[in-house]
């Protein structure tokens, strides 16, 4: 565990007269962030894609190197590579902030062609555009604002562009928490909830548990004494944790999938169920998995097996709280509402939340229909967004 690092002070270095500047720069340059989300989203990144993948990290690696950024591609050999982007380039000393954002998309090839990128009723639509080609674009346009604005970052920026956050951060959660560790602060460009743009200062951890019964098969009419039912047996472990959920602490576990028997005269030997967990606190969520560890067979003869757990911890409010409150003086000094909210959804921000590092969620676009045929972001919003992300870079 490394050495946890107190939330800035909010007062003391905030330069709330600066702020409106950045924004008054954005404004103007609307039609230029469309431009560019449009080539993002028309170059398609599935997640399991790397070919697509690593063409769309190129191409934003390029927007990047315009920049003057050091750009460095993590190679991967199954996913995308991941791209690690370092701005302003040259040294800085002390902690630096870290930035979040990934490439990949739950689209897969194709979805273009029945789901093109369009602009219509101050939206623009398009596979990923919410989640988060726009958050990418967001990013760019905060550190050009910064540069125009000649008001430098007063520590090294490191922008990690990952290539698998939508199946799980299998190859980046390493590297994730290899820079968060060097980090004094996390910005995470996660979408932002609700039109209204609200941040994410609290998600529920998440996990996923699979119980395996084995029974006995037996003839359901001639011997049924001699065998053990496996399903019988499922149904009486879930009744069990059904018990256990408690909605008000944020508590949830939810069979999904439950499988089980071959033919409707035998008795089963087998069956499963998949669980999907969720706590909101760190204390509930090592409670769940113990818990799950001490089930034991209910029916005699029967067997249990536990598999998984949880494998994203929850990010709790108090890692957050003083860079929203921040977040928050520097939107109204731009003269807009900047709100908070829980989800239940884990996303990388919750691997850096577990380290204890402040991370700040939901910094990305505004809109509405992530992973949906209707995913779409509020075009009015991407300068705002921009300008507070630079505002929070310049500041922290
Ligand atoms: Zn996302």
Not at 224 to 230: I, T
Not at 321 to 345: I, K, P, Q
Not at 362 to 379: D, K, P, R
Request: net charge positive; aromatic share 4%; glycine share 10%.
């Amino acid at each position: 565990m490394p050495a946890s690092e107190k939330a800035p002070d909010s007062k003391k270095t905030l330069d709330l007269e600066k702020a409106p500047l950045l924004l008054a720069g954005l404004r103007p340059r609307r039609d230029e962030m469309l431009q560019v989300l449009a080539k993002f989203v028309r170059a398609e990144s599935p997640s399991d894609g790397k070919a697509a993948v690593d063409r769309f990290g190129r191409m934003v690696a390029s927007e990047w190197r315009k920049l003057g950024a050091r750009v460095q591609f993590v190679r991967q050999r199954q996913r995308g590579d991941h791209l690690r982007v370092v701005w302003p380039a040259q040294a800085f000393r002390g902690r630096q902030i870290l930035v979040l954002g990934h490439l990949d998309t739950v689209y897969g090839l194709g979805t273009l062609r029945h789901m093109p990128y369009r602009v219509a009723h101050g939206r623009a639509f398009g596979p990923g555009v919410f989640d988060m080609k726009g958050g990418l674009v967001i990013a760019q346009f905060a550190a050009d604002a910064l540069a125009r604005a000649g008001w430098p970052s007063r520590r090294r920026v490191v922008f990690l562009w990952t290539s698998d956050e939508e199946i799980g951060s299998g190859t980046s959660r390493a590297l994730i928490e290899r820079e968060a560790r060097r980090s004094a602060a996390v910005l995470v460009l996660e979408p932002a909830s609700g039109l209204d743009g609200r941040l994410k200062t609290q998600r529920k951890g998440t996990g996923r548990a699979e119980l395996i019964v084995t029974g006995r098969a037996a003839h359901a009419g001639i011997n049924p004494q001699d065998g053990v039912n496996a399903i019988h047996e499922l149904t009486l472990q879930i009744g069990r944790i059904a018990r256990w959920n408690n909605p008000q602490r944020g508590v949830t576990v939810s069979p999904t999938v439950v499988e089980g028997g071959t033919r409707d005269n035998v008795i089963p030997a087998a069956a499963r169920a998949i669980l999907d967990l969720r706590a909101q606190r760190a204390s509930d969520m090592r409670d769940l998995e113990r818990r799950l560890r001490a089930l034991r067979p209910i029916l005699p003869g029967a067997k249990l097996e536990v598999q998984g757990g949880f494998s994203r911890p929850p990010m709790e409010r108090r890692t957050s709280a003083a860079l929203f409150t921040r977040a928050r003086a520097l939107a109204a000094a731009m003269g807009f509402v900047l709100d908070e909210t829980s989800t239940g959804g884990g996303s990388d921000g919750s691997l850096t939340a577990a380290l204890r590092l402040p991370t700040l969620d939901g910094l990305g676009a505004v809109g509405e229909g992530a992973h949906s045929a209707n995913e779409s972001v509020v075009v009015r919003a991407l300068p705002e967004r921009a300008a507070l992300l630079a505002a929070l870079l310049a500041t922290l």
